[in-house]
């Protein structure tokens, strides 16, 4: 039997930058955005605080783009400041490039195991889905999803008992299975 597990995020990631004002390294986004049109020729950008001092920073989403090339429905999603397209804007590696920012999910997301009875089983096979792209040990899921201590997880490893076609002990995003013999 497959269980399919999970990771989900739980709010908004804080948002990795140096702060002008007191040199603090941590945003969190407001949710809000700004957006300016100029002629025909639309910027916008996304609003973060800093967690120190409250000092707001814009993070650009679009740069000097002519309206008739604006995704449709974008820009009314802009002006209702929607709080999904936060997500997915502070997700884009273009945004990220672009902004000079990293993200800092830490605290931010949590794992759900569909409350599978796996426990009981001699081999388990899981598949892990990423609701969103937050780069975690698989590791330290597999820790948490079977109630190990990484210790434990990494002793499986050697013994060739927990097996996958990734690195389990790398940092990754993206969905991965692994093979749990007890
Ligand atoms: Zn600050």
């Known amino acids: 039997m497959l269980n399919n597990w999970v990771v989900i995020p739980t709010c ?20 809000k955005f700004r957006v300016n049109a100029n002629h025909k020729l639309l910027d916008a950008w996304l609003l973060v605080l ?84 937050i780069p975690v040990r698989p590791v330290r899921l597999i820790a948490k999803g079977c109630g190990l201590s990484r210790a434990e997880v990494e002793r499986l490893i050697t013994e060739g008992k927990l097996v996958s076609a990734v690195r389990l002990s790398d940092k990754l995003s993206g969905d991965f299975t692994f093979t749990l013999k007890c």
């Open 50 to 133: 800093c967690t120190t001092c409250g000092d707001t920073a814009k993070l650009t989403v679009l740069e000097r783009m002519n309206v008739r090339s604006v995704q449709p429905g974008l820009l009314d999603r802009l002006h209702a400041n929607d709080p999904a397209l936060a997500v997915e804007l502070l997700q884009d590696p273009v945004v990220q490039r672009r902004n000079r920012i990293v993200l800092d999910w830490e605290n931010a997301w949590r794992l759900d195991i569909g409350g599978s009875d796996h426990l009981d089983r001699e081999v388990i096979d899981v598949s892990v889905r990423f609701a969103a792209r």
């Open 12 to 31: 908004l990631p804080l948002v990795l930058r140096r702060c002008h004002t007191c040199a603090s390294k941590r945003f969190r986004a407001s949710g």
